[in-house]
Every structure is written in C-alpha cells, then in structure tokens.
C-alpha cells in the first residue's frame, strides 16, 4: 500500500480539464512544500512535470499546473491533447523516512 | 545535455548476482543524490535508495534494506545497484534518477529491465 493516494483512473475528452489528487498526511504533503508529480507513457521512464507543489521545470507545458490544500495535493491538466494520455504519480517529502514517498499512480485515459 | 545512461537490459537465474550502472554526464556527478527506483510488471513506482556520490553517503528505503546494495564511483561518473543473490521478485524495470531538489527527481536514465527467471 503506498503512502499516498491517487485515485486509480482519470478520464476526460479532448479539451477538457481534469484534476488528479494526491492525499497524505501532515507528515508529508500537509507538512511540507515538496511535493512533485511525474507522467510516465507506457514503456517510457518517468518525466518530472511538476516540482514544490507547483513550479513547472523547463519544457514543461503550462497545461501542466500543481497546487496544494491541507494534506492533499493536485495536478491539474488544462486543454487535454491525447498525448496526455499516460500515468501520473505523485511524491512527497517525508518526515517519517530517509526518502520520499510516492503515490500509488493513476492512470489517465484521453477519451 | 545532462543524462543518465543506464547499462543494458539483463537475464539472470535465481541465486545469480547481478551489479547495474547508471553513468552521469553533463553536470557535476558529485554534487547531485542519485537514486534507485523500482517498477515491478504493471505496477508503480517505489524507492529503493539514494547515493550522493560526493562521500558516497548512502540511505536505503527500509523495504529494500539488506537486499541489495547501492555504490558509486565518483572517478567514472556512475553510481551502481548489486544484488548479491537474486530472485525471481526482483524481476523489474530499475530507474536511476537525479535529486534535483528537496525530494525530486530531475533527470531519470531510460531504466535497466532485469530478468530473474530459471
């Protein structure tokens, strides 16, 4: 069982708008402002999209947005293109490890 | 470019040992924790360890404690993941990545899949 929870599948049309959470505790992502978020296509290696809850890295598209509320973080994805179409996990910051924890990952299909 | 370059794909039997790499380029190696990520078949990702290679100061995630061992060699650039007698569970793709920050990972080489099987 993974530290954080992601809701397994997320779907939306082309276009749309769609929200992936990411739930902790105070003692990851409530307590600190290191989360980030990865998207993985399947075969690929994960790719950094987000990073401190909401800073984008180079390259990045700003489609691509992050925030945080309480003990629970989003991605948030605008303008949806097909090649979205991938899995998305969520990592935080620990106090309770050495290393940080990610979330389970969800699976977000481009209908 | 600043890339992670991971050795090959390999197949291996129970009981064998195994050591992979993850060679840096582009940046300062010493400078940056790398660290070990595993992917079993269809299911997400989970931290095994992390190296700075600077002083070769070394944490280990509790689950992967004792079961494998994480190195570097600062003279080459390239950190490393041994196991000293595999199994059929550490069947995996294995990601090597680059602590840009507080806690992520800026850089990931293109994974190393390993394959346990008699």
């Known amino acids: 069982q993974s530290a954080l929870t992601q809701p397994a599948s997320v779907s939306g049309s082309p276009g749309q708008s769609i929200t992936i959470s990411c739930t902790g505790t105070?003692?990851?992502?409530?307590?600190?402002?290191?989360v980030s978020w990865y998207q993985q296509h399947p075969g690929k290696a994960p790719k950094l999209m987000i990073y401190?809850?909401?800073n984008r890295p180079s390259g990045v598209s700003n489609r691509f947005s992050g925030s945080k509320s309480g003990n629970t973080a989003s991605l948030t994805i605008s303008g949806l293109q097909a090649e979205d179409e991938a899995d998305y996990y969520c990592?935080?910051?620990?106090?309770?490890?050495?290393?940080?924890?990610f979330g389970g990952g969800t699976k977000l299909t481009v209908l | 470019e600043v890339q992670l370059v991971q050795s090959g794909a390999e197949v291996k039997k129970p009981g064998e040992s195994l050591k992979i790499s993850c060679k840096g380029s582009?940046?300062?190696?010493?400078?940056?924790?790398i660290g070990w990520v595993r992917q079993m078949p269809g299911k997400g990702l989970e931290w095994m360890g992390i190296?700075?290679?600077?002083?070769?100061?070394?944490r280990y995630s509790p689950s992967f404690q004792g079961q494998v061992t994480i190195s570097a060699d600062k003279s080459i650039s390239t950190a490393y993941l041994q196991w000293s007698s595999l199994k059929a569970s550490d069947t995996a793709m294995y990601y090597c990545?680059?602590?840009?920050?507080?806690?992520?990972?800026?850089?990931w080489g293109k994974g190393t899949t390993v394959t346990v099987s008699s």
């Open positions: 190296i700075y290679p600077g002083d070769s100061d070394t």
């Open positions: 401190d809850v909401s």
């Open positions: 990592s935080s910051y620990t106090s309770s490890s050495t290393l940080a924890v």
């Open positions: 990545a680059r602590r840009g920050g507080k806690d992520y990972m800026d850089v």
């Open positions: 582009g940046y300062s190696f010493t400078s940056y924790w």
């Open positions: 105070s003692s990851d992502v409530g307590g600190y402002n290191y």
